[in-house]
């Protein structure tokens, strides 16, 4: 099982990113995603998550209305659009599916928000 992030960077507030994350070496589409995020003295929170066909999505309050989660079964791929990014959306993002009871993990990529 892998999880490949990337997207990440350095973005003004009210500025926009897409992360993609890239899965392998599993039935992607027989699995739900999600987008996880760690600011740095923070704990790890979960920011969104999509079923495995799509349809049901979930979102941490804070960012309701500015991200959206989806996903591309065909080409592997999760995705967060971030929209009016803000400064206290900084951190590093991780993408993670769980599979049975293993929680398998990206490497993370950095998000910053300032000016």
């Known amino acids: 099982v892998q999880l490949v992030e990337s997207g990440g960077g350095l973005v003004q507030p009210g500025g926009s990113l897409r992360l993609s994350c890239a899965a392998s070496g599993f039935s992607f589409s027989s699995y739900g995603a999600s987008w996880s995020r760690q600011a740095p003295g923070k704990e790890r929170e979960l920011v969104a998550r999509?079923?495995?066909?799509?349809?049901?999505?979930n979102y941490l309050n804070s960012v309701k209305g500015r991200f959206t989660i989806s996903r591309e079964n065909a080409k592997n791929t999760v995705y967060l659009q971030m929209n009016s990014l803000k400064p206290e959306d900084t951190a590093v993002y991780y993408c993670?599916?769980?599979?049975?009871?293993?929680?398998?993990w990206g490497q993370g990529t950095q998000v910053t928000v300032s000016s």
């Open positions: 993670y599916t769980r599979i049975g009871v293993t929680d398998y």
């Open positions: 999509i079923t495995r066909d799509g349809i049901r999505l």
